[in-house]
């Protein structure tokens, strides 16, 4: 394929009764209003940082820096550079998203990604990848259930232990891949077999139970805590035993060729479930 030069294409959409303008980042400021706000979000020690160089840098070769402005404020950004799939397709490869914590919860996030896949399908690209923590529950629904990317693969430990939000904890990713522009997803029609299960123990906390990794079905339900690092803050061991959970059981899916395709949420704070699809092949 043929990368055309990436261009200002700004939009402007609502945001409440606010109007929000969509744009590509440029000039020095601006770049470092993007460290600030990772700096608000995740802390001066987290992995989840991206320096101002490296921002430059992808933005003046094919990659997007692309900024949501309140007035003159930044109010989120996200950020991606090109890639190539292991079969040769080019792709974004999508880093961040940060929002500003008084615009969280608005729709903003949503808001940005659907510009980065629309500036991107309009380019020449056709997939934008990233990857999250697996036992995140609100990144899993957003990414998911909400934005409609598919889990494709299982990282062990990408960036090793991590400190800030991640502290104490190995840094298990789930790789994600979104086709751009997005289609809408049938709706989960229910049914699968489950895989696992967990019950409620060391002061109420999630533990797994029984466990199975022979499953062949069509669609494999997995269990999992809603926030591992709620219980990292109560109970580093247990958390730690969810990453290992986790490994064994949704990379061991992955690996065997399923798919995770939503997470399905349940009422009087019953543990969340991932849908598992077998690919096609």
Not at 117 to 131: D, E, K, N, V, Y
Not at 147 to 172: C, K, P, Q, S
Not at 188 to 213: E, M, Y
Not at 245 to 251: D, F, H, K
């Amino acid at each position: 394929m043929t990368i055309t030069p990436i261009q200002v294409e700004s939009e402007v959409v609502a945001l409440g009764t606010e109007r929000i303008l969509l744009r590509r980042i440029h000039g020095h400021l601006e770049y470092l209003a993007c460290e600030e706000l990772q700096r608000r979000i995740w802390g001066e020690g987290d992995i989840a940082r991206v320096p101002l160089l490296d921002m430059v840098t992808a933005q003046e070769n094919g990659g997007f820096v692309l900024g949501a402005f309140h007035g003159d404020e930044l109010a989120g950004f996200v950020f991606s550079f090109p890639g190539i799939t292991a079969d040769g397709e080019v792709k974004q490869c999508s880093v961040l998203a940060a929002v500003a914590p008084e615009f969280q919860n608005l729709g903003l996030g949503y808001q940005l990604k659907q510009y980065q896949a629309r500036l991107a399908a309009r380019h020449g690209f056709r997939l934008i990848t990233w990857t999250f923590d697996p036992l995140s529950g609100r990144n899993v629904v957003f990414n998911l259930n909400k934005l409609g990317a598919v889990g494709i693969d299982y990282v062990e430990n990408a960036y090793g232990v991590g400190m800030g939000l991640n502290a104490g904890l190995e840094t298990d990713r789930l790789l994600v891949a979104w086709h751009v522009p997005p289609v809408p997803r049938q709706r989960d029609q229910g049914g699968g077999t489950p895989v696992n299960d967990i019950r409620f123990d060391r002061g109420g906390l999630p533990v797994p139970a029984w466990s199975t990794k022979d499953c062949d079905d069509r669609t494999v339900l997995l269990k999992v805590p809603w926030d591992v690092y709620a219980i990292s803050a109560r109970d580093r061991e247990l958390a730690m035993a969810w990453r290992h959970e986790s490994r064994a059981l949704l990379g061991g899916y992955l690996a065997r060729g399923y798919r995770a395709v939503g997470l399905r949420l349940h009422e009087r704070g019953a543990p969340p479930t991932y849908v598992l699809e077998r690919s096609r092949s």
